[in-house]
């Protein structure tokens, strides 16, 4: 598992790639990110935190307060308004769509699927929704992505130096993100360390150096697993710490004690919460179907038939998640047939952070299945990238053809999106009589052509821009009765 693959080699193709998306990002974050100048969603939570830090107080919050602090941060320069609460999550939200194109190279050894990948973090709705407006998430999925990105630089190095290094960066990110939001980041760590220790594992196990297999072998493996636990750990525990600095430093925290007081406050306040009910509340198995959005600010007391409809929503790319629904399940199969650590990777982080909410019998929102939707942007590029090579008896483009044909039903409706769909059917039909590498080809670009007209299509939207009553129905897909309701 170590040493292998190699990373590519940094080309100038790589450069103009990873500039080009850096700037679509930033250009579509950026624009009219301060409207509206009021506090949207949660915002009166991260913001109220960001001016407490101002002006020397403290403020009990149920996250940790990393996202505050550099909200705060921005807002001393830049002032108490809607650029100053917004800027860092614009700033992250870019970072982010680089280190996924960084991430994708190594992962797949392509820079197409890296491109393809950090273009579904431009792409997707929610992902950019909270690159503009001062929530939480967007801080520690950077942070989780960078620590991924550590752990695949560790896998593939042989160096002692290099790993060490990606160790420590490793702890440094994982200690950000477990700063930055509760309890999903331990599963970040969770899932990074199970691959560190794997990767430790195999090496002792199969390098020639360690065989046959001696007592001191196994002393010495046990020894690099506790050092690479000590060494992530020690410096993610650190950094934690040193974020909750400023509730000491404000008197509401005198101790640890009162730290760990603290967390047994908040656990028993998320009991609670088990017999509340929100409007926008979701589970976790009906998130990947996107049946259910959530309204995150609107500009209408009500929504009379001559007047513009004006709202933000946590709604995704729906293209987007459901070729997500399609392409994990095939990238599990690839794991297994390939014995691919790489895409185990993917298939199991995905698997991980959906699991983690099936205990949680309080209310749950749409939003909480960001971390495992980033990781199913890989196994969707995967897929996008293996369908467009052709190869006979291949099921991807038939998978990426349902999300795209589910999307026609619904977008177009009948009988005209239906006979898109059925014409699309019989091209890649005749194409793959003829030639399976075109037909693939054909499926691949449908695909990608789809997912960029919904962005456009959604973008009023995420972004709080006018819509007619008619067009805001027109893009209401799903309207209930019941949990199917994007409304």
């Known amino acids: 598992m170590i040493g292998s693959p190699p990373p590519l080699r940094w080309l100038r193709g790589d450069s103009v790639a990873i500039g080009a998306l850096l700037a679509a990002a930033l250009a579509t974050r950026l624009w009219h990110f301060w409207l509206p100048a009021d506090l949207v969603f949660d915002e009166r939570y991260t913001v109220a935190q960001a001016r407490h830090f101002l002006s020397g107080l403290s403020y009990q919050n149920t996250h940790p307060p990393f996202s505050s602090l550099l909200m705060a941060l921005s807002m001393k320069f830049l002032g108490d308004n809607a650029v100053g609460w917004r800027l860092p999550n614009v700033l992250f939200g870019t970072a982010l769509v680089g280190i996924t194109y960084l991430l994708g190279r190594r992962i797949f050894e392509s820079r197409i699927a890296a491109g393809l990948s950090a273009s579904f973090v431009i792409c997707d709705g929610l992902f950019f929704v909270d690159s503009r407006i001062a929530l939480w998430e967007i801080f520690y999925l950077t942070f989780a992505a960078w620590a991924y990105l550590m752990l695949f630089a560790f896998m593939q190095s042989r160096s002692k130096s290099i790993q060490r290094r ?130 995150y600010w609107s500009g209408n007391s009500s929504f009379a038939a001559d007047t513009p409809v004006l709202a933000i929503r946590a709604l995704g790319n729906p293209v987007i998640w459901w070729g997500v629904v399609v392409s994990v399940p095939l990238a599990a199969l690839k794991a297994i047939a390939r014995r691919d650590v790489a895409i ?54 038939v998978a990426l053809l349902v999300p795209v044909i589910s999307v026609l039903v619904l977008g177009v409706g009948a009988p005209y999106g239906w006979m898109i769909a059925a014409a699309l059917a019989g091209v890649y039909l005749g194409l793959r009589y003829r030639s399976p590498r075109h037909a693939g080809m054909f499926v691949s670009t449908v695909f990608v052509t789809t997912v960029v007209a919904v962005f456009v299509y959604f973008l009023p939207l995420w972004t709080g821009a006018p819509l007619s009553p008619t067009s805001f129905r027109d893009r209401m897909w799903l309207h209930g009765p019941g949990l199917a309701d994007w409304i």
């Not at 603290?262 to 609670?272: I, L, S, T, V």
């Not at 698997?351 to 929102?365: D, T």
Request: proline share 5%; net charge positive; hydrophobic share 50%.
């Open 166 to 295: 990606a160790l420590a960066w490793m702890g440094l990110a994982l200690g950000l993100c477990l700063s930055s939001k509760l309890l999903i980041p331990a599963v970040t760590f969770a899932l990074v360390m199970v691959f560190v220790f794997g990767a430790l594992v195999s090496e002792g196990l199969t390098s020639p150096r360690t065989q046959p297999l001696t007592k001191s072998n196994v002393r010495e493996l046990i020894l690099n697993l506790a050092s690479a636990l000590a060494l992530v750990g020690g410096l993610s525990a650190l950094v934690y710490f040193a974020v909750s600095a400023p509730n000491y430093w404000f008197g509401r925290w005198r101790g640890v004690a009162d730290q760990v007081a603290r967390y047994h406050q908040e656990f028993h306040a998320q009991k609670q919460l088990v017999t509340h009910t929100h409007p926008y509340s979701s589970r976790w198995w009906s998130w990947p179907l996107m049946l259910r959005s959530i309204l």
């Open 344 to 397: 185990a990777f993917i298939v199991v982080g995905y698997a991980g952070y959906l699991a983690m909410w099936i205990p949680i019998s309080r209310y749950q929102f749409v939003y909480y299945y960001m971390p495992a939707l980033y990781l199913g942007f890989f196994a969707l590029a995967s897929t996008v990238v293996e369908c467009a090579r052709g190869e006979p008896d291949s099921w991807e483009p």
